[in-house]
């Protein structure tokens, strides 16, 4: 089949000859070990730049790409560490990082890819179905990370990055090569899963990690995702189209298009067998659902698939919303509204501590906490950030960041924001970003209270007081009065003391009502 796949133009007399002797390159590799990741990740790029530029026979050329690619792999993932805990939008050392990543997705896939195009134009075939089994399978796990990237970032991918995938995995099944076998590092690809993949399994994590819906996740659950879900895409299954009666659990692919799987149900015209397939995720559901319980009852799953030393509640929130994405159909409950307007925007727990107390300065110099997330003495004034308005609706909005704006976005964070003539400041929290060029970020925004009441707060034996806050009772929508703090504050039936306005009381915790990586909101009653 022909392939129309994003590569470099190729060099007819290139200047300088890429190196591609494997004995050579890993020796040249050795020696670049100790230095700076950014460093390593220029020196891969320049000789992967010089690689993909010129005619190399096929089998060279892969040859040449696996001797660097274990080292571009544990390079990228140390690159990864300065944007995949950052804050939005990204600041000048993650943005460096996140862009030699990149480079270096970018730049393998291309290797691998033309590799494909010249095993694919050879008059004789016979005897390359390994070497083009290899070759796809590991264009398609360079094209996906490259992805990956994007994910982590908040920057939706370039359309040629699901035409490559859906050209590479249309290519395998026309040569009957989808399922055979590959070799993968067990540290560098599958994260402590198999040994050993296939093309087919390569591109259902791609498509399955596209319908997690990675930007309503933090950055690091994007990686805990993909990780968790090198162990069980073997329960995903892809087959020929077909009339559903049910179509929950049902994905349609269109294998000619350059747009990411969508849900069989909000497919507009019936799908072509000839260029569409189904992705159905029902079994693999259930084993999520499986893992889920397991962890529920404060055990870990036998499988493997969740790190012996993992945080459970964390893996418990994260399934939970992978059953909610690969399991059903996602539905806008509200309409929303275009609308145009500005408003005051703070983010953080000790920002909107602040914002909201009346007595600032009488009580921050008291808040110590041996939590370093809410540390805050003497903290500095609070100069709330301008945002535009871009939709609304009666449970939340979009807003567009300001240029001027603070670059401290969080998915997950606690926000709180107000218009220039309003009293009150709203609580909201962050559930999906999307960013652009120029630092432009667009965040959308649940809203959880229109009034909000900072608090101190001693939790257990603690001898110090720590922010937390206080939201009403909403009688209309039967919300109860709740109160927000620090991850790890609930216990069932737990007591803590409360001061605000003057005032201590004594509190039991009742409910775990939401929790994120930043914060706890909890169902609370009054004993005194």
Known sequence: MALNLNIPALKDDPIIIAETRPQRISQKLEILHSRNPLDIAAHLHGELEILNRQRVSPSTRVQALDAYRAVLINTAHTLAEDYSNAALPLHDKAKLAASATESLWLELGYGYKLALVDLQNQLIKLGTDKTSAHAIQRAMHAVA????????????????????????????????????????????ETSNAAFSTSIESTYKHALLMSLADPQHLTQRNV????????????????????????????????????KPPIPYSKQKDAPNPDVDILLQTLDLVIGIH??????????????????????????????????????????????????????????????????????????VENLKSANATTQENAQPAIHPSRWHIINI???????????????????????????????????????WASCGSKDRLDIGVQIIASRVQSAMVRIGNSQYDEMALLLPEIVAVKQLATIVARVGTYEPARQISVTYNGNTHLIMLTKLVERSHLFERIQYSVIS
């Open 393 to 431: 609706s009666a449970v939340g909005m979009s807003v567009r960041r300001h240029p001027t704006a603070e670059k401290n976005i969080r998915i997950g964070g606690l926000i709180s924001f107000k218009a220039k003539d309003e009293k009150n400041w709203s609580l909201g929290l962050v559930r």
């Open 145 to 188: 990370e490259h992805a990956t990237v994007y994910y982590q970032t908040y920057f939706s991918p370039p359309e040629h990055i699901w035409g490559d995938l859906h050209q590479l995995y249309f290519c395998a099944v026309k040569l009957g090569i989808q399922n055979i076998k590959i070799a993968a590092e067990k540290s560098v």
């Open 290 to 363: 499986q893992d889920l319980n397991t962890l529920q009852s404060n055990q870990l799953p036998k499988n493997g698939g969740i790190p012996a030393n993992a945080n459970i509640d964390e893996y418990i929130d994260l399934l939970t919303y992978l059953i909610k994405h690969w399991g059903l159909t996602q539905k806008r409950i509200f309409n929303r509204t275009q609308t145009n307007g500005d408003i005051e925007l703070v983010s953080g727990l000790p920002a909107i501590y602040q914002v909201t107390n009346n007595n600032t300065s009488n009580n």
């Open 223 to 258: 990686r805990l995702a993909a990780e968790y879900l090198a162990f069980h895409v073997e329960d995903a299954r892809i087959s020929a189209v077909a009339p559903l009666e049910v179509t929950t659990s049902s994905f349609i692919v269109n294998l000619t298009s350059n």
